[in-house]
């Protein structure tokens, strides 16, 4: 009776969650999933595809991207939350979900340093600070001075709160009026249009209108110039040390993912993100590829967290 006791005892041990009952050497031994908080066909979706095909060549498993749109990602990234922390089910989480919902709104719908496993980064979103071509402004020292001369004469333009709370910090108590809108498409027919001003876009945007001679691009937020508009400089090099709200993405996983596991997914995701068919498609996308060690990560993450929450409260930005 003992005996059997002790094996029913060990059996449910193994049935509750996060209970060891693999083995981190055999790990994965079957496909995982990857959820984006965004429609299929959108940006996040498309780079998300490109390295879960990657990462499935890494492992030998099948890599699924499951989309969970809604809430600014929130749904996506509470779905990761709760699932079984085995590895199985990752998160490709943005910093409008694991940073800006946390530090925006009065109630936060978790604390994203305990709900959740930092595991890599991905890499960050090329975006540029774009002003239309008929503004007589070559600089962004000419773009604040302009700025200061007409306050709340000029309007500005975001489709996320990344590139809202970047413009706080590149203004400072400088005024303008600022349009939200649904995506970035819309709001650069307006830039174009004369309607907006200035506006911080993505690398799929932004190249091909300064190109053609329509917009000017004046800062990238990269911490290093893009490949994209290798002209444009960086706030570092414009002596814009509050420049410092980046877009990115990363991975991460439930919480009390298993550190073999979290350290075995990390360093294969890095080494997706270096190979080179994964690479150039990211570069395509305006998208710079890279990855980190989980301690690096979490670096990182708590950084952009800080300064966000930072920019929140020095211009008591309320969420609606």
Avoid at 4 to 20: F, I, K, Q, V, Y
Avoid at 284 to 291: D, K, N, P, R
Wanted: aromatic share 8%; no cysteine; charged share 15%.
């Amino acid at each position: 009776m003992r005996r059997r006791t002790l094996t029913l005892a060990a059996l449910a041990a193994a049935a509750l969650p996060g209970a060891a009952a693999w083995s981190a050497d055999a790990f994965p031994n079957k496909p995982l999933k990857l959820i984006v908080g965004f429609a299929a066909g959108g940006g996040a979706d498309v780079l998300t595809r490109i390295i879960a095909e990657g990462l499935a060549k890494q492992l030998g498993q099948q890599v699924i991207v499951e989309n969970r749109p809604g809430a600014d990602g929130v749904l996506a990234a509470q779905a990761t939350s709760s699932a079984r922390p085995d590895g199985y089910t990752l998160l490709m989480g943005t910093n409008t979900a694991m940073v800006a919902a946390p530090t925006l709104r009065p109630t936060p719908p978790y604390d994203p340093f305990k709900a959740f496993t930092p595991i890599s980064s991905a890499g960050q979103f090329s975006m540029f600070l774009v002003v239309p071509a008929s503004l007589p402004v070559k600089s962004v020292n000419e773009l604040l001075a302009l700025v200061a001369s007409k306050p709340g004469a000029l309007n500005s333009a975001s489709s996320n709160s990344a590139s809202e709370l970047a413009m706080l910090q590149l203004l400072g108590d400088r005024k303008v009026v600022n349009a939200r809108y649904k995506g970035d498409m819309q709001a650069m027919t307006d830039l174009l249009g004369g309607q907006i001003q200035m506006m911080f876009t993505t690398g799929t945007l932004a190249p091909g209108f300064v190109k053609e001679g329509r917009i000017r691009a004046l800062v990238t937020l990269l911490p290093q110039r893009s490949a994209l508009l290798p002209d444009v400089p960086t706030g570092g090099e414009l002596g814009l040390g509050k420049l410092t709200i980046t877009p990115w993405a990363g991975f991460f996983g439930p919480p009390g993912l298993p550190q073999a596991i979290t350290d075995r997914l990390s360093q294969e995701l890095q080494n997706t993100l270096k190979r080179p068919e994964v690479h150039s498609q990211l570069v395509q996308q305006g998208f710079e590829g890279y990855g980190m060690s989980p301690a690096k990560f979490t670096e990182f993450f708590r950084t952009q967290y800080d300064a966000f929450g930072a920019t929140v409260r020095e211009h008591n930005v309320k969420f609606e």
